[in-house]
């Protein structure tokens, strides 16, 4: 009965070592699995950010270009308000030449 009992503590003794090495083997995997979604996780991220930051360059280049355009507009109306105040000066003059 001895021999039997021997055994079966060698074939617990087994199963026990196997049970640990699949729990071991298991933590393993998920340590490595938890590893790549957080790369995956990080380069989503990345990218997002990056993806941001060409829109806002986007932007800043449509502002500077809008900025430019205004200044431009500006300097096109003081022309024409000069030119219509050139314009109204001459009339002025032509006006008090043909007046007796």
Do not use: C
Not at 70 to 91: P, Y
Request: hydrophobic share 35%; net charge negative.
């Amino acid at each position: 009965m001895d021999a039997l009992y021997e055994i079966g503590e060698k074939d617990r003794e087994f199963v026990e070592n196997i049970k640990d090495d699949t729990t071991n083997k298991a933590d393993y995997l998920r340590r490595k699995e938890e590893e790549k979604i957080k790369e995956i996780a990080n380069l989503l991220v990345d990218m997002q950010i990056n993806k941001l930051e060409t829109k806002i360059a986007y932007l800043e280049e449509y502002e500077r270009i809008l900025w430019q355009e205004r200044k431009q507009q500006e300097v096109f109306q003081k022309m024409m308000i000069a030119e219509r105040v050139a314009i109204a000066h001459k009339r002025l003059e032509l006006h008090r030449q043909t007046q007796p």
